[in-house]
């Protein structure tokens, strides 16, 4: 299984949000290096770093911190949060970056986000499904539309996506278990789906169940910070 810590960024430094929301905030690091390099000298060697600013903007804002991360760690670096144009994107390449997840964009863009994949390859663009009651939230999780979950994905898939980080927003932050329902009915639905589960998980147990369902990979935030999972046990999904 494919453990990836993430890395949430305000103002330089690493926060995390408790369901998306700006106003529930908790800074774990002033500097976000220190974290990275944690997560590395554990054996890690994937991060989903997101510039909470940027998602805010709808731009990209905290990419000297991407710089920083990529050109002092072999971290292999998904990036995302305010990823709306083609500068955005080069930014974010530019600054070490080895793939984005575009979530809002391909939403509200889906052109763009389309010849990104076309351009790119569906290796490199990872699609970022956020989902509140089962429908895609965009723009930083603050506004929710009317599309359902399982359509987006596959429409997506067929277009060339590999790899779908899929958010439940009520679970982010909350450490009270991942949405093993929801990434169950998605790989009934879509068997070849490479979902990464991300939001809720608050335990070892946690990450073992997903692993178990066969969800390929999990993103872990604030449960690495507040000492829920520690690197240690990490590793056996590592090695």
């Known amino acids: 299984m494919e453990i990836i810590p993430a ?3 305000i103002g330089g430094k690493c926060v995390r949000l408790s369901q998306g929301d700006y106003a529930q905030k908790t800074v774990y690091n002033e500097n976000p290096l220190e974290v990275a390099k944690m997560f590395e000298d554990a054996g890690i060697t994937r991060l989903h770093l997101v510039d909470l600013d940027g998602a805010k903007a709808k731009h990209i804002v905290n990419y000297k911190t991407l710089e920083t991360i990529a050109g002092k760690t072999s971290l292999i670096i998904d990036f995302g949060g305010g990823i709306k144009s083609d500068d955005d994107l080069r930014i974010a390449f530019e600054c070490g970056a080895k793939m984005i997840t575009g979530g809002s964009i391909a939403v509200q863009q889906p052109e763009t986000f389309q010849q990104w994949i076309n351009k790119y390859g569906g290796e490199k663009i990872i699609l970022g499904a956020d989902v509140k009651n089962e429908k895609i939230a965009v723009t930083g999780w603050l506004e929710t539309t009317e ?5 987006f994905i596959e429409k ?5 996506i590999q790899k779908i980080i899929c958010t439940d ?4 932050g909350m450490l009270q278990g991942p949405s093993i329902n929801l990434y169950t009915k998605i790989k009934t639905a879509l068997p070849e789906a490479y979902i990464i589960a991300s939001g809720g998980v608050g ?3 946690d990450v073992e169940i997903l692993n178990e369902a066969n969800i390929p990979a999990v993103i872990i935030g604030k449960a690495i910070y507040e000492g ?4 240690k046990d990490l590793k056996k999904f590592v090695d």
């Open 156 to 160: 997506y898939m067929q277009q060339g």
């Open 203 to 205: 335990s070892l147990k």
């Open 169 to 172: 927003i009520d679970k982010d």
């Open 228 to 231: 829920k999972v520690s690197l």
């Open 7 to 9: 890395i949430d960024i």
């Open 147 to 151: 599309i359902d979950l399982i359509p």
